[in-house]
């Protein structure tokens, strides 16, 4: 997965905190995707940025869950007083511009515990 | 509502044998699919991808295989490799309705020697 560098790889919030997790993608790569995994199940897509735009956040929770992609830095997903059900393992991936489909690149996840 | 299925939670293959892992969907708006593998504690990656217009792609050992009539794929691993043993997951995208994936549960394929 070199490229799509996620940060932390681990981080442990109590319940009421506020989490962030960033996600640099890969050079040259101006779509990013956030994608949360639940304990036993597949990926589940949350949002879809380019830079300083969100395109699609339809599977982002209603309230609490925001995202950004500045002209500058790296994407953020911050989630805002957490809860035990918020404990899952967050991936970032990204994706070339371009004509035709251009296949996504993960990176290696951030674990989210809530105590 | 699940819209991309992968009915079988495990897999065990010996070590060069075929390895056949199944995908159902059942959105027919989806027109491009993709495998990808993924190891503990890391990222999937991807390994291979079919548009709808196609119904086979190879590359080097892997093959997938897309039945648009039964929204049916496979993903076809020969010859198995102990390397291999990992979690496959299947997704599928709508080009054009901002490149979301949706990703099946996973099969986690277990090759032995």
């Known amino acids: 997965n070199a490229g799509v560098m996620q940060n932390p790889r681990h981080l442990v919030r109590r319940r009421g905190q506020e989490a962030r997790l960033r996600c640099s993608p890969m050079?040259?790569?101006?779509?990013v995707y956030w994608y949360r995994q639940l304990p036993e199940e597949g990926l589940k897509f949350m949002v879809y940025?380019?830079?300083?735009?969100?395109?699609?956040e339809s599977g982002m929770p209603k309230e609490r869950f925001s995202a950004e992609f500045p002209k500058e830095g790296p994407s953020i997903l911050r989630i805002q007083q957490v809860v035990r059900g918020d404990s899952a393992a967050y991936f970032c991936?990204?994706?070339?511009?371009?004509?035709?489909?251009?296949?996504?690149?993960f990176g290696d996840g951030t674990r989210l515990s809530i105590l | 509502d699940q819209q991309v299925k992968q009915n079988s939670p495990s897999l065990s293959v010996q070590e060069g044998r075929i390895s056949i892992l199944n995908c159902d969907y059942t959105?027919?708006?989806?027109?491009?699919f993709l495998w990808y593998k993924k190891y503990p504690a890391e990222g999937p990656t991807f390994l291979i991808s079919?548009?709808?217009?196609?119904d086979k792609n190879e590359d080097g050992r892997f093959t997938v295989f897309l039945n648009k009539s039964a929204k049916h794929l496979s993903l076809h691993i020969v010859p198995s490799q102990p390397g291999d043993s990992a979690v496959y997951f299947c997704?599928?995208?709508?080009?054009?309705?901002?490149?979301?994936?949706?990703f099946g549960t996973g099969t986690q394929l277990k090759v032995e020697l």
């Open positions: 991936a990204s994706s070339p511009p371009g004509q035709g489909y251009q296949p996504q690149h």
């Open positions: 050079k040259g790569h101006s779509h």
């Open positions: 940025l380019q830079k300083e735009n969100i395109i699609d």
């Open positions: 959105n027919s708006m989806f027109d491009y």
């Open positions: 079919i548009s709808s217009i196609k």
């Open positions: 997704a599928a995208t709508l080009t054009g309705g901002g490149n979301k994936l949706t």
